[in-house]
């Protein structure tokens, strides 16, 4: 069975490039020009994983995001833009997406991050759903993407609970930072660096009920998982 992809990108001869050249690597390309009827195709067609561009008519992507998180938690998203700034970064992972690639592109690291992202969906699939890895106050649920205190649960986006599960494994050590970045994204480039930043900024804030828990930067090497 084909991997089904929601593909939308205003740009025409961009996204009939993109469109053509997934279908030619044999993944079933669904695209759309606006964001309108995004989450209506959605829901009839539910895609593996989303590639959306950001400035979009009618609805932008960050919104779209949102929408589609509603309707299937763990949906890998990928966002296409010019936008490099970390507040742009921020509030992309905040609304829901798992990965950017920044315009323009190739098709290779395209392909590359769609495979990375369906890779890290399926692992937590392999968990045991009663499996909680309990961090300081914290249950981590690495299945359900889901990190408790008390009452209180966080939806965690797939690449957030993988980072999470990545130190945990290794608590009260130092993991190195290239090893996350290639477990994560499959590269150590910079722009992946930068995402790997956010991504720690976030778990951090996620974290701070429990002042017994730190996530220490070691720098030139990695980071250290104290718990």
């Known amino acids: 069975m084909k991997t089904k992809i929601l593909y939308v990108e205003d740009e025409p001869f961009l996204g009939r490039i993109v469109k053509e050249s997934l279908e030619s690597r044999d993944f079933e390309v669904n695209m759309l020009a606006d964001g309108r009827d995004v989450v209506k195709h959605f829901e009839k067609i539910n895609p593996d994983i989303c590639v959306l561009d950001i400035m979009l008519p009618v609805k932008d992507g960050y919104t779209i995001a949102r929408e589609l998180r509603q309707l299937k938690a763990n949906v890998p998203i990928i966002f296409v833009t010019a936008k490099v700034q970390t507040e742009d970064l921020l509030k992309g992972f905040e609304s829901g997406g798992n990965d950017y690639i920044r315009k323009p592109f190739s098709m290779e690291e395209l392909i590359a991050r769609i495979n990375n992202l369906l890779l890290l969906a399926q692992k937590p699939r392999a968990t045991s759903q009663s ?22 649960i966080k939806k965690l986006s797939s690449r957030e609970a993988t980072l999470l599960a990545i130190l945990a494994e290794n608590r009260n050590a130092t993991t190195n930072r290239k090893d996350i970045l290639m477990k994560l994204w499959g590269d150590d480039s910079f722009f992946n660096s930068r995402n790997l930043d956010v991504y720690i900024t976030k778990l951090r804030d996620y974290l701070k009920d429990d002042p017994t828990i730190e996530i220490i930067t070691i720098k030139g090497v990695g980071y250290h998982f104290a718990v």
């Open 131 to 152: 499996e909680n890895i309990v961090i300081g106050k914290y249950e981590f649920n690495p299945l359900r993407y889901e990190l408790k205190i008390e009452e209180k």
